[in-house]
């Protein structure tokens, strides 16, 4: 099986790991920006990388491939479960959060459940859309947390040149 598309997926999430390295190198910087929401983009970023070169190692082993995407989804959704509660617990409950970040949480669920109900043997025959699923919402989580850092740059920048 070849796993281009995954590979697409996982140069974007190195870069996106890449940036938010160098971000975090420069945290005094950019102290104003939450602590965690940067680690909710490189948890995204780094775990997006990761189960998208996955199914390389996956599909090398001695297994069937019904077992292989059962594997797949079941750690690829224990992770996003694991990153989901961990940034919530930071908010309490959704009522904190900015409502475009409260939908993409609330939106996250489905997904969630998609690659752990995989992880159980259900919906064997759609496998590997789930998994694309997956890696293409977890990258578009750390596109997001992207935009989000880069509009509160753009937005500290305004507000200096208005002061000047």
Same mark, same amino acid.
């Given at each position: 099986?070849?796993?281009?598309?995954?590979?697409? &997926?996982? /140069?974007i999430?190195?870069?996106?790991?890449?940036?938010?390295?160098?971000?975090?190198?420069l /945290?005094d910087?950019l102290?104003?920006?939450?602590?965690r929401?940067?680690?909710?983009?490189? /948890?995204?970023s780094?775990?997006?990388?990761?189960?998208?070169?996955?199914?390389?190692?996956?599909?090398?082993?001695p297994?069937?491939p019904?077992?292989?995407?059962q594997?797949?989804?079941?750690?690829?959704g224990?992770?996003?479960?694991?990153i989901?509660?961990?940034?919530?617990?930071?908010?309490g409950?959704?009522?904190?959060?900015?409502?475009? /970040? *409260?939908t993409?949480? &609330?939106?996250?669920?489905?997904? &969630?459940? *998609?690659? $752990?109900?995989?992880?159980?043997? $259900?919906?064997?025959?759609?496998?590997?859309? &789930?998994?694309?699923?997956?890696?293409?919402?977890?990258?578009?989580?750390?596109?997001?947390?992207?935009?989000?850092?880069?509009?509160?740059?753009?937005s500290?920048?305004?507000?200096?040149?208005?002061?000047?």
């Amino acid at each position: 099986m070849e796993f281009e598309a995954f590979r697409v &997926i996982a /140069q974007i999430a190195a870069g996106l790991a890449g940036f938010v390295g160098i971000l975090l190198v420069l /945290q005094d910087r950019l102290a104003r920006l939450p602590r965690r929401q940067m680690l909710g983009f490189l /948890q995204s970023s780094i775990g997006t990388l990761a189960f998208a070169l996955l199914p390389d190692f996956v599909f090398s082993l001695p297994i069937t491939p019904e077992l292989g995407w059962q594997i797949l989804g079941g750690l690829f959704g224990a992770y996003h479960l694991f990153i989901y509660v961990f940034f919530l617990s930071g908010y309490g409950d959704f009522r904190k959060m900015p409502p475009i /970040q *409260a939908t993409v949480c &609330i939106a996250s669920i489905p997904v &969630i459940g *998609a690659k $752990l109900a995989l992880g159980v043997g $259900l919906f064997a025959a759609l496998a590997p859309n &789930i998994y694309h699923l997956g890696l293409l919402w977890t990258v578009g989580v750390s596109i997001f947390f992207f935009v989000q850092v880069i509009l509160n740059e753009a937005s500290d920048d305004a507000h200096k040149v208005g002061k000047k």
